[in-house]
């Protein structure tokens, strides 16, 4: 895919992986459709966008309510008259031992409200956010790309029952709306990030973030850019899908 003069729309645009996706694409001179729950974070992603000199739109959407994701990518439509890509990004964690235990008595659980706010946004979010985008670019009969941020923490790791399971999600879904998509002319693609120089690490302690960096080979954080460079590669390269691109510095979980 060619991407100048394309459309693009990415969730969770307003800052980290998300806005470093929305400069990606318009460095590429594709318009942009910012969706966030943070107008003013989304303010500076789209006049970032714009000095590139391509038309960026924001939508202030939370990813779990089906009518806000319809009623934004109708905007988008209307405004860009297409819609060719839909970047699945917006996540969140909430991080728990399924169960916590001193001195053999049980002191925490991971909580309902835990479990279900990370599955709603990372993996129920990812699937209205695709489903409402294909069903826009099936009307609209140009094709697509659906490219989703699913993590290295899907093969499981420690004290995220909740991530992992909605990271793996992600990726089997990936897989599944390549096989069913593909008769209409939408890829479907995954990122598999890796441990990234984001806002959401301020919540692990510094001597977790250098215990995680010194399990990576390449023994640093992953830049966000790095991250919106797989996405990039992603949409352009018309014979990728169904799979998931690992990009974590050679670390395994």
């Known amino acids: 895919m060619q991407l100048e003069g394309k459309s693009v729309v990415i969730t969770g645009a307003g800052r980290g992986i998300g806005r470093a996706m929305a400069l990606a694409f318009a460095g590429k001179r594709a318009d942009v459709a910012l969706l966030d729950l943070n107008a003013a974070d989304l303010e500076q992603t789209r006049t970032a966008c714009e000095g590139l000199g391509v038309r960026a739109r924001t939508h202030v959407c939370n990813v779990t309510a089906e009518e806000q994701i319809g009623a934004a990518l109708d905007a988008v439509v209307q405004d860009f008259g297409r819609l060719d890509v839909m970047v699945n990004n917006a996540g969140i964690t909430k991080d728990a031992l399924l169960v916590k235990a001193q001195n053999g008595k049980v002191v925490d659980k991971m909580s309902l409200e835990q479990w279900r706010s990370v599955i709603d946004v990372n993996l129920t ?78 919540v692990m302690r510094p001597e977790m973030i250098e215990r995680a960096v010194s399990d990576v080979p390449l023994k640093r954080l992953a830049e966000p850019s790095e991250m919106a460079h797989a996405a990039v590669f992603i949409a352009e390269n018309d014979f990728f899908t169904g799979r998931v691109v690992e990009v974590d510095g050679g670390q395994r979980l």
């Open 125 to 202: 979010g990812v699937f209205l956010c695709a489903r409402e985008a294909a069903a826009r670019m099936i009307a609209l009969g140009s094709g697509g790309v659906i490219i989703s941020t699913s993590s290295i923490s899907r093969a499981g790791n420690m004290g995220q029952s909740n991530y992992s399971a909605a990271k793996a999600g992600v990726a089997a879904m990936t897989v599944v709306w390549a096989q069913e998509l593909a008769r209409y002319g939408i890829r479907a693609g995954a990122i598999a990030p890796g441990f990234t120089r984001t806002d959401i690490l301020s």
